[in-house]
């Protein structure tokens, strides 16, 4: 209990470390307002588990919580059962979106051929591995190295998915390396990033122009504490408790203007709905609680 | 004889008993360059040159269910490039037995439901089995030995030319070889048992130990690992059991069953009659049903389930004794027939007039006079099994495999396609999401999606076998009364024929 209530804060106060004045801890650190947001040391994306923000303590504490829990990511009935139920129905809108955008063929098997794709903070690799089986050309990135290690490992089991690339490293690395690629999934990564503004801006950086940018998170409303919070972590234990931070959950309309200041244009959304009676997970209008976005970069921009 | 009974006996369902024989030898084909069959010398050669042939799917049991798989992956565009292993010693699978339209029909025959016609359609295979002896019914007459009620259903009652097709077993069995030889689907056919069968279940930290003491079958390290009866194996991504009541791979993959044996074997054998026959006749009787069914130009069918000691008797004495019996069993013996009541008890449901159906102004008809035996006599002992779940990681149970019922409504099979249906629709889904056709979130829908319907069409076999087995007077009067409101509400006869043809998968009544 006591070490839930330790990360608990940890995780409070990750989002604040970067910034210089203790005194905009008060005050919201995550206005999306003209005001300009504090700015911070370092723009890395901060992810919880990156190993550059915070203090050596902190760190293993953050790695030791996600290592602790990272064999168990490809075992279908483990901590990571919800994210293995929600990841068809994931697949299904990204299917749809990107066979409509990149105009291939929807009945095809392989519709993602010649693709390059990069899926951040893919963890062991439950999005990337089914990218690559429909063709494309995967990059994962994730900044807990166990992760990478475990994703390597059961990538390797399936000739398919052993092209794969994976690399330990951050969406900010690449940027500064010059790669692009013509899709970039962040899926269930922004709501766990110090600085979402700059996480987009680098999103935006990685995507080819004329490409696409698929983000998704939780919004941040009352019926998203009521079930991603406290019915998840709390009741069902669906995830381990102190996973996620409302405060730091985005509303539809906020992703949107950071991703379009970051010169990427949202144009479709949707929703995912769990039915508890068949225990599925459903694509729907309703973006309440868990939802994704499509936007793609113009082709004029840079 | 005994062998072909014992084996045939793991593989009996609804009025069909596909051919299962021991054949472990290897079946050469000359000149198919459309079915790729592997001898023995080529796959020793594989297993030095330290290549195990890896597959997508293998299915064990090459039956009408296994082979009704393979026929609708091969039809659809997201699974026909999945390369495929059907496994089953039955030399019949080599495509080098051919049917002959001069033979008496094949005792084992199937009765297959609209719904399975459609889906055997959709997959190009039904033109194959229109080509060989077929026939199509429109009537069938249900009644019972105490002669107080009958039903009459008549496909137009539900504006449908037929109520459902007969056909022998091995015409349905080609017809899908045939469809499948027809595309180009990368099928391997392994005519051999499964002796055992290695999952890879192991969680992530045991695969890393693994890693260092690995050999090369890296990329094998998420496949089921096959081992076949002249020792060499294959890999695949998913294992299908379609092998029957038997099922070596139900057993090896540690699916448990539930179920009992009824005290009831079945007899089936072939019959002549002198005029056409377009209605299928099932009567109750106090040991269980008789059920003669058409099977094309003067040909029937008969299937008669009785007791295990009347059942031997009756399969060793004369032919003519034998056909004695069976006319006395469809017509005067055990009790009087049912009274047509066009008058009496029509008046009771006159407020439907409006809605009345074509059979309920048929009256009663006695079955055609049986003139001949035409092919021998086959016992099959009775079971009902069904397996706790049907799926577990890269393994999943269809057909027989995973449940056996009575053949009572000729379900058995129709079952199976709809199950072999379902499953291809969820491993082209799953294939259109990149998922690991292995993954058991994914072989769970499948069973989400067939579970129920089978269960339930159990459950009302069930209780049928059940309350036919009493004789007892009110219980007897109660029946009789099913029997007329099943004939003469019409919402209720419909509804009983559109759950038999497989329209609907849950017998509500509204």
């Known amino acids: ?302 | 004889m005994n062998r072909l009974v014992k084996k045939s006996v793991s593989n009996f369902f609804a009025f069909k008993i596909p051919t299962k024989s021991l054949c472990t030898g290897v079946v050469k084909v000359p000149g198919s360059n459309v079915a790729e069959i592997l001898n023995e010398n080529e796959k020793k050669e594989n297993t030095t040159s330290n290549s195990i042939q890896q597959y997508d799917i293998a299915i064990v049991g090459g039956g009408l269910v296994g082979m009704a798989l393979a026929s609708f992956l091969a039809s659809m565009p997201m699974t026909k490039q999945l390369s495929v292993a059907i496994i089953d010693s039955n030399p019949a699978l080599s495509g080098s037995m051919s049917i002959k339209k001069e033979d008496p029909p094949d005792p084992r025959v199937s009765t297959v439901t609209p719904a399975t016609i459609s889906f055997m359609k959709d997959a190009g295979a039904w033109k194959y089995v229109e080509q060989n002896r077929h026939a199509y019914f429109d009537k069938m007459q249900v009644w019972d030995y105490t002669g107080l009620g009958y039903a009459r259903y008549n496909a137009r009652d539900v504006n449908k030319d037929f109520l459902g097709c007969v056909a022998e077993n091995k015409v349905l069995h080609s017809a899908l070889l045939s469809c499948i030889q027809d595309s180009d689907f990368k099928r391997t056919i392994y005519p051999l048992r499964l002796n055992s069968m290695t999952l890879n279940r192991s969680s992530m930290s045991v695969v890393e130990e693994n890693m260092s003491s690995r050999e090369s079958s890296s990329a094998q390290g998420q496949c089921a690992r096959l081992q076949l009866s002249d020792g060499n194996s294959i890999y695949a991504k998913l294992v299908v059991g379609a092998d029957g009541g038997k099922s070596r791979v139900r057993e090896l993959a540690g699916f448990k069953t539930t179920g009992w044996n009824y005290s009831q074997n079945a007899i089936i054998c072939t019959v002549e009659h002198p005029s056409e026959n377009r209605c299928a006749w099932q009567r109750f009787l106090p040991t269980g049903p008789i059920a003669l069914l058409p099977i094309g130009d003067k040909f029937s069918n008969i299937v008669w389930t009785m007791s295990p000691t009347e059942s031997n008797q009756r399969k060793s004495i004369a032919e003519e004794e034998f056909l004695k019996d069976v006319n006395s069993a469809l017509d005067y013996g055990y009790g009087p027939h049912p009274t047509s009541s066009l008058s009496g008890t029509q008046d009771l449901f006159s407020w439907f007039q409006m809605d009345t159906t074509v059979s309920a102004n048929e009256s009663f008809e006695v079955p055609p006079k049986i003139t001949k035996l035409v092919s021998e006599r086959m016992v099959f002992p009775l079971s009902l099994r069904h397996a706790n779940s049907y799926a577990s990681k890269r393994v999943v149970l269809i057909g027989d495999a995973a449940h056996t019922v009575h053949p009572l409504a000729g379900q058995g099979v129709n079952l199976g396609f709809g199950d072999a249906y379902s499953l291809s629709r969820v491993i082209a889904e799953g294939i259109a999401l990149g998922t690991d056709i292995g993954e058991v979130n994914l072989l769970k829908k499948y069973e989400a999606e067939r579970k129920p319907a089978n269960i339930s069409m159990m459950a009302i076999l069930e209780s049928f076998q059940k309350a036919y087995s009493v004789d007892f007077g009110p219980f007897n009067i109660l029946r009789a009364a099913a029997f007329h409101g099943a004939n003469y509400i019409p919402p209720l006869k419909r509804t009983i024929i559109s759950y038999a043809s497989g329209e609907q998968n849950f017998p509500v009544f509204l």
């Not at chain 1, 991603?228 to 405060?247: D, M, R």
């Not at chain 1, 244009?265 to 068949?278: I, K, Q, S």
Request: charged share 20%; proline share 5%.
């Open chain 1, 1 to 302: 209990m006591a070490l839930n209530v330790t990360i608990h804060r940890i995780l409070r106060h990750r989002r604040f470390l970067n910034s210089a004045n203790s005194t905009l801890h008060l005050t919201n650190t995550r206005c999306f307002s003209h005001a300009p947001s504090p700015s911070p040391s370092q723009s890395s994306k901060a992810n919880d588990k990156d190993p550059h923000s915070g203090s050596s303590s902190l760190k293993d504490n953050e790695l030791a919580k996600f290592a602790a829990i990272s064999d168990t990511w490809w075992d279908s009935e483990g901590p990571f059962k919800p994210l293995h139920l929600m990841n068809p129905t994931r697949l299904a809108f990204i299917r749809s979106t990107l066979c409509r955008h990149f105009k291939r063929d929807p009945y095809s098997t392989r519709p993602f051929e010649r693709l390059k794709i990069v899926d951040v903070g893919c963890g062991g690799g439950i999005l990337s591995e089914p990218l690559a089986r429909l063709g494309a050309t995967v990059t994962g990135v994730d900044a807990v190295e166990k992760n990478i290690k475990i994703a390597r490992l059961h990538a390797d089991l399936d000739p398919t998915t052993s092209t794969i690339e994976y690399c330990c490293t951050t969406a900010e690395k690449l940027v500064e390396e010059g790669r692009t690629f013509d899709a970039v999934m962040a899926l269930e990564v922004i709501e766990h990033v110090a600085n979402p503004e700059e996480f987009c801006k680098s999103l935006a950086a990685l995507t080819n122009p004329d490409g696409a940018t698929v983000v998704s998170t939780i919004n941040r409303s009352m019926r998203a504490y009521a079930t991603a919070i406290v019915a998840a972590e709390y009741i069902l234990h669906w995830l381990p408790k102190g996973t996620h931070q409302w405060s730091s959950f985005l509303t539809p309309e906020e992703l949107a203007m950071i991703l379009h200041r970051a010169g990427i244009n949202v144009e479709e959304m949707a929703g995912f709905v769990y039915n508890p009676l068949t225990g599925r997970w459903l694509l729907s209008d309703d973006i309440s609680v868990n939802f994704i976005a499509f936007a793609t970069k113009s082709q004029n921009a840079i």
